[in-house]
T-cell receptor
Framework: AQSVTQLGSHVSVSEGALVLLRCNYS??????LFWYVQYPNQGLQLLLK??????LVKGINGFEAEFKKSETSFHLTKPSAHMSDAAEYFC?????????????FGGGTRVLVKP | ETGVTQSPTHLIKTRGQQVTLRCSSQ?????VSWYQQALGQGPQFIFQ???????GRGNFPPRFSGLQFPNYSSELNVNALELDDSALYLC??????????????FGQGTRLTVV
């Protein structure tokens, strides 16, 4: 069975500073990897995903993530935080050979952006 | 193109009652998944429906059941409600089954409170 660990349930950054959210997964085989964002009182929106190919993935709103197989990690970064980035972020995996896209999520990291 | 819509947005039920939550999938999508998101946690997979058949289930008891209709909309039913069932219930639709890398589109969720 796969699992996802997000280090840090809360992260506080200053506007304009680097955003770094950590995600590690545990799986017998490399899975597909996703980052979702959840704004207050809303559902989840896909930021980016890794399936195959280039390990550095660019997503929406200036976010990117790098898949490192040797470290079983998929950390999310953004060079310069905006106030609008304040939200909760979830890392998720799904298994390549599984039928359907059943997602296993981490516990989430809430980002606070200080002016 | 309409997105994923869920109803109701909020409801309050008494312990022991039954509840039905509804989800209309995004146009062209034939797969619906349901997730439970307890306060402060990541979403947990409940089950998935593909072309009206259950296609995988998470670690939830049988009192959680579902349906998918010919138009691919779906219902989540929970019997004998318990206080721990209080959560945000998310519905996600996707365009095809059998591919773990398919993007899931989420609705805004139904906030269920059991008192």
């Amino acid at each position: 069975a796969q699992s996802v660990t997000q280090l840090g349930s809360h992260v506080s950054v200053s506007e304009g500073a680097l955003v770094l959210l950590r995600c590690n997964y545990s799986s017998s085989v490399p899975p597909y990897l996703f980052w979702y964002v959840q704004y207050p009182n809303q559902g989840l929106q896909l930021l980016l995903k890794y399936t195959t190919g280039a390990t550095l993935v660019k997503g929406i709103n200036g976010f990117e993530a790098e898949f490192k197989k040797s470290e079983t990690s998929f950390h999310l970064t953004k060079p310069s935080a905006h106030m609008s980035d304040a939200a909760e972020y979830f890392c998720a995996v799904s298994m390549i050979k599984a039928a359907g896209n059943k997602l296993t999520f981490g516990g989430g990291t809430r980002v606070l952006v200080k002016p | 193109e309409t997105g994923v819509t869920q109803s109701p947005t909020h409801l309050i039920k008494t312990r022991g009652q039954q509840v039905t939550l509804r989800c209309s999938s995004q146009s062209g999508h034939n797969t619906v998944s349901w997730y439970q998101q307890a306060l402060g946690q990541g979403p947990q997979f409940i089950f998935q429906y593909y072309r009206e058949e259950e296609n995988g289930r998470g670690n939830f008891p049988p009192r959680f059941s579902g349906l998918q209709f010919p138009n691919y909309s779906s219902e989540l039913n929970v019997n004998a409600l318990e206080l721990d069932d209080s959560a945000l219930y998310l519905c996600a639709s996707s365009s095809r089954q059998g591919a773990g890398n398919t993007e899931a589109f989420f609705g805004q969720g139904t906030r269920l409170t059991v008192v």
